[in-house]
């Protein structure tokens, strides 16, 4: 059809292109091109040839791009993410980590009047960091279920992967935050009772990278209090998925 601009067009199989490609989809792209010919036809006069397994990425990427990205879209999900501000974001909750992995007395910082958090009789000031962290909950309910051991082994934590995932920050983002805390709390450093019956690295994995998830999507959401905790959860847990495909850990290229 000569009435289709051609660049719209894979290449390969000649189906449109989004109309905003992702950097990784243009990286694949541009990787292909060099193992391609060129091989004009009526469908496509840009049209290129390669062994299937060179540019099967590239069809399965801009497929996935034309079908999540609207949703992504539709639900606010950022396309792109300022990297190089994330290290800095994470530094800055630097008391907020301490405090849940010290696990100390806490105020109360809920701006709800109805928070489910609040436990009647319970003084307010006698609030623990842990109390309403429920990746922390999460960690223990995995434990008391599967016992210490499992809940730390491998298996495991590939049937956690989704759970320790930040949301549409996606690898990419898991990477850099993880980078970070490393930085704010060597687990050498952390003290092993503090966080038992966690190890360190778990704690860090399981409870600290998801919290600074929620705290960053609350922050690109303008949300606050116990109410916007619970909204940037069901955030994150929605566009894991999304994070996951859009910013795998090698487009920073
Ligand atoms: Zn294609």
Redesign the pocket.
Known sequence: DPSVDAKT???????P?PPFPTPHLKHLLATTVKKSVRNPRPTNPMGRKAEVTV?IN??QR??FESEILPEAQAKGWPKTIEWSLIHERVMNMKDHLRALTENSIVGDDDDDDDSPWEIPGKSRNMKRARDGCVFWQEAMNDVKEKGTRAAGNVKNQFANFDKTQPGYYGELGSVIIHQTLFELFPPEDIQPEVVSPLSPKDFINRVLLPEVAIQLIMEDKSLSGSSGSRRALKILRDSTAYGVAMFPEDTGE
Do not use: A, G, I, M
């Not at 067009?9 to 189906?15: A, G, I, K, V």
């Open positions: 067009l894979c290449p390969y199989c000649d189906e292109l540019f590239v069809c801009h497929r």
